[in-house]
């Protein structure tokens, strides 16, 4: 927790400086998205250019295929051996992922034959919506006592459709801001109203996350079943 966001801020002001130094040296350009690689190619040596141009395929690739993959993972793990076959066998759940895992990939091949005219308009949007669905639910569940469940799953459902609506059908909503602002008020005010709603969270939930080594060594000894 204290190392990550130093990290991220590094990252972050890193990416935001080379955009603008593309902007600088080619304010001209019709689509944005060239603006970083002409920008290398230009003012670097070729071997590091070439180093700097693997780095994000390298990086793209290693995100596609993770993300194929977890999705593959969710249907096959948490809708497919949850609520169609609860006894489905290895072999089965192999075959059954491989297929599912094919079939994601095709779709998001044919998809990227004709891709969008500007893609960071695309990575802005889901960066945005990640921001809305995860970052009140983990901070407030990491920091406060009270979050629980039901103000979480609050948090994400409304947040995430109140992004939606703002992007696209009622643009009404982001009241003339970037929608990831009153999004992210309305997933506030919604994990709060569930939190204090539902049910407060179990002392041993409590314990495990705010208690001393001691208390969670007691804990454990009164959960061990007495034989």
């Given at each position: 927790m204290k190392v990550g966001p130093f990290v991220m801020t590094v990252l972050t002001l890193g990416f935001l400086t080379m955009g603008l130094m593309a902007r600088y040296y080619h304010p001209d350009l019709e689509t944005g998205d060239l603006g970083l690689p002409m920008t290398i190619a230009e003012l670097l040596p070729s071997g590091l250019a070439g180093v700097l141009f693997?780095?994000?395929?390298?990086?793209?690739?290693?995100?596609?295929?993770?993300?194929?993959?977890?999705?593959?993972?969710?249907?096959?793990?948490?809708?497919?051996?949850?609520?169609?076959?609860?006894?489905?066998?290895?072999?089965?759940?192999?075959?059954?992922?491989?297929?599912?895992?094919?079939?994601?990939?095709?779709?998001?091949?044919?998809?990227?034959?004709?891709?969008?005219?500007?893609?960071?308009?695309?990575?802005?949007?889901?960066?945005?919506?990640?921001?809305?669905?995860?970052?009140?639910?983990?901070?407030?569940?990491?920091y406060w006592k009270r979050g629980n469940a039901l103000g979480a799953g609050m948090a994400m459902i409304g947040g995430s459709t109140w992004y939606a609506l703002a992007n696209d059908a009622v643009p009404e909503l982001a009241l003339g801001m970037f929608p990831v602002a009153t999004s992210s008020a309305v997933a506030l005010v919604l994990y709060l109203v569930g939190s204090y709603v539902g049910p407060a969270p179990r002392r041993e939930v409590l314990v495990k996350f705010w208690g001393t080594q001691a208390e969670i060594d007691k804990l454990d000894d009164m959960l061990v079943p007495i034989r």
């Open positions: 693997a780095a994000p395929l390298a990086a793209v690739m290693s995100t596609v295929d993770a993300m194929i993959l977890v999705v593959s993972g969710t249907i096959i793990r948490d809708l497919y051996a949850t609520y169609v076959n609860q006894r489905v066998s290895d072999g089965r759940t192999s075959a059954v992922t491989s297929v599912t895992t094919l079939t994601l990939t095709a779709i998001v091949l044919v998809l990227a034959l004709e891709p969008p005219d500007y893609l960071e308009y695309l990575v802005i949007f889901a960066i945005g919506g990640l921001e809305v669905a995860f970052f009140i639910p983990l901070v407030l569940g990491l």
